[in-house]
């Protein structure tokens, strides 16, 4: 994926079920090439798992550096999954 994006000449959001906490290896890597958006415009601790670990951010939405991340958040009401949704906005540089 790092390897595709850094070839692509087109801005790229990745989002996708990563099941990678922010300490990970795989989201280190992508870190080292793209902008976080929890970091960027996220709100709070950013729990996206819906489970019996409190506070565990599983799903990192990744975009290039030439995508301005303005928003993020974290879906909580939607109890039905294991993955609580997220909700971002974005706009090209």
């Known amino acids: 994926v790092i390897k595709h994006s850094s ?3 087109n801005p790229c959001v990745l989002v996708g079920d990563l099941n990678e906490p ?17 970091e960027e ?9 819906n489970g019996s670990i ?13 995508i ?7 879906l909580q009401e939607v109890q039905f ?7 971002g906005t974005y706009s090209l540089e």
Do not use: S
């Not at 922010?22 to 929890?38: C, D, I, K, T």
């Not at 415009?41 to 798992?49: K, L, S």
């Not at 999954?81 to 909700?87: A, G, I, N, R, V």
């Open 7 to 9: 070839n692509n000449p």
């Open 68 to 74: 301005k991340i303005h928003d993020l958040q974290t």
């Open 22 to 38: 922010p300490y990970g290896y795989v989201y280190e890597q992508l870190a080292e090439h793209m902008n976080n958006a929890f």
């Open 54 to 66: 409190p506070f565990l951010r599983i799903d990192n939405p990744f975009a290039t550096r030439d």
């Open 81 to 87: 999954t294991d993955h609580f949704p997220l909700y």
């Open 41 to 49: 415009a996220g709100h709070g601790a950013g729990q996206t798992y």
